[in-house]
């Protein structure tokens, strides 16, 4: 490609003329993942993108050639100027691609050492634990360091050796085409090194399994689906890497009573028609082990709502408390007997639109829908 037809460096990896190094690695990986030709098969355009990506790259990633690039432009680099290309700055340049598009990102340069995987642990806990916060016991199946090879999996005695086929790297390279791809060494699994004779204990692996008693400390005012981190508290890591973490996951027994929105709580309770006409009070039982006293004024309608400040839950890392709200639900007379029912029929015959003015306004709305409606 000559130098009046090769496209601006800058304009190849999308990014302005002073884009700082963040933001040129940035715009690279994601054109790179983009255009590279395992992703694309048989793209020739892909493949040529992809070059043409990695060549720009090359050169405005390094100081001194993105000085002179910007002075002298493309020709800075011909007759031998120490133009950009598939040369040995390759694997250094698309070392974090790799690792994004084949999974081997943490697997270089660690001798063998592996951390070890993070461990999911389900709790159910009740509303009342929620609200006092509680110290579980939990005992749960867990890899362990062995101790008869201290984690490293060989045999009392011995070591384990570099591996052959990498040479200790954990990763092999092979060309294809005009580009080169990094995969983890299948002779020892990126590991970077060989066991000839393991440990009998682990087999091998370093670890064995365990069972594992562990205090979690939850705190008040967790809600459903709160995580905790045990950092740590993971399985061991292979060849005595380090441990992953062990996280806790709380869900929330439903109430008998309350209903939970955040730091509020909700319930709903049943009142009789004569309280609610008359008005009256009643105790309701709150979180905190205690009770409270609500009062209904005379004439309470049904689903009307009384807040009980500060009877909620704590909200979680704070000295801050949710409020109770109690809803009230009249509820309509059943299997009345003939003395009720006279007596209620003659209520009714005393009742007028200063008694029930809700149903008095609807039915006087619909009377006068019916007759316009008519005329």
Known sequence: ?????????YETLEVDRDADEGKLKSSFRKLAMKFHPDRNPGDETSEVKFKELNEAYEVLKDKDKRAAYDRYGHAAFEQGGGGAGFGAGFASSFSDIFEDLFGMAG?????????GADLRYNMEITLEEAFGGKTAQIEIPVSVTCEACSGIGAKAGTKPKT???CGGAGR???????????????GCQGRGQMIEDACPSCSGQGRVTRERNLSVNIPPGVEDGTRIRLAGEGEAGVRGGPPGDLYIFLSLVQHQFFQRDGADLHCRVPISMVTAALGGEFEVPTIDKGKAKVKVPAGTQ?????RIASKGMPVLRSRQMGDMYVQVVVETPQNLTKKQQELLAEFEKLSSGNT??????F????????GNRAS
């Open 163 to 165: 591996c052959s086929t």
């Open 302 to 306: 049904s689903n009307r709502r009384f």
């Open 363 to 370: 039915f006087a709305k619909v009377k006068d829908f019916f």
């Open 1 to 9: 490609m000559s130098t009046s037809t090769k496209r601006c460096y």
């Open 172 to 186: 092999v390279r092979q060309s294809q085409g005009f580009f080169t791809l990094e995969r983890t060494c299948p």
């Open 356 to 361: 029930q003015p809700e149903s008095e306004g």
């Open 107 to 115: 697997q270089r340069g660690r001798g063998g050492r592996e951390r």
